[in-house]
């Protein structure tokens, strides 16, 4: 499977981005789907993740900020980013885990000035 992740760009300090990645075939919605981020000179981190029926999951840093959702007719998933902080600028990447590993979208770039 391919994604492809899109919707990253330049905004204020609290703004709102929503970010998406779209997968290159359909993904059962019990399989887990998640977003990462990495900001220059740090290492990749966990920011949400989602999966039909269970509670999203979120980073503390995250938390009541962002909402992580998925469209699984359309095989998309999303983030919708509120309340942005310079801190939060990094490259964000899409990831699933299926069977037979783990598969990791392109990486869309977020850069919230101050």
């Known amino acids: 499977v391919q994604l492809q992740a899109s919707g990253g760009g330049l905004v204020q300090a609290g703004g709102s981005l929503r970010l998406s990645c779209a997968a290159s075939?359909?993904?059962?919605?019990?399989?887990?789907m998640g977003w990462y981020r990495q900001a220059p000179g740090k290492q990749r981190e966990f920011v949400a993740s989602?999966?039909?029926?269970?509670?999203?999951n979120y980073a503390d840093s995250v938390q009541g900020r962002f909402t992580i959702s998925r469209d699984n007719a359309k095989s998309t998933l999303y983030l919708q980013m509120s309340s942005l902080k310079p801190e939060d600028t990094g490259v964000y990447y899409c990831?699933?885990?299926?069977?037979?590993?783990?598969?990791w979208g392109q990486g869309t770039q977020v850069t919230v000035s101050s």
């Open positions: 990831k699933t885990r299926l069977e037979s590993g783990d598969y």
């Open positions: 075939r359909t993904i059962h919605g019990s399989v887990v």
């Open positions: 989602i999966r039909s029926g269970r509670d999203p």
